[in-house]
């Protein structure tokens, strides 16, 4: 969550008021057009969804679970167990 001046968020509510939206879709809209004219585009902002960047990022993923998976296990004791453990007083 962003905080906000009071004087910001009244701008944003006068703004939203204006355009009959709601507040969220009048400062998305505002951002979205200066975003435009700064030369940032939402789609910038979007996770390439290529097959190739897809498998990419699966891969890393099992990278990182089969490097998980070879730690050693440090307490033998039933997962349950432990949780418990943890949650008496």
Do not use: Y
Not at 30 to 44: F, I, P, T
Not at 69 to 88: G, K, Q
């Amino acid at each position: 969550m962003i905080a906000l001046s009071k004087e910001t968020e009244a701008l944003a509510r006068r703004l939203a008021a204006a355009q009959s939206l709601p507040v969220d879709d009048a400062v998305r809209r505002a951002l979205e057009n200066w975003a435009r004219v700064a030369g940032v585009s939402a789609e910038s902002c979007r996770r390439d969804q290529s097959p190739a960047a897809i498998a990419a990022r699966k891969a890393s993923v099992d990278r990182i679970v089969a490097e998980i998976a070879a730690m050693p296990i440090l307490d033998p004791r039933d997962p349950r167990e432990i949780m418990d453990d943890l949650n008496s007083p």
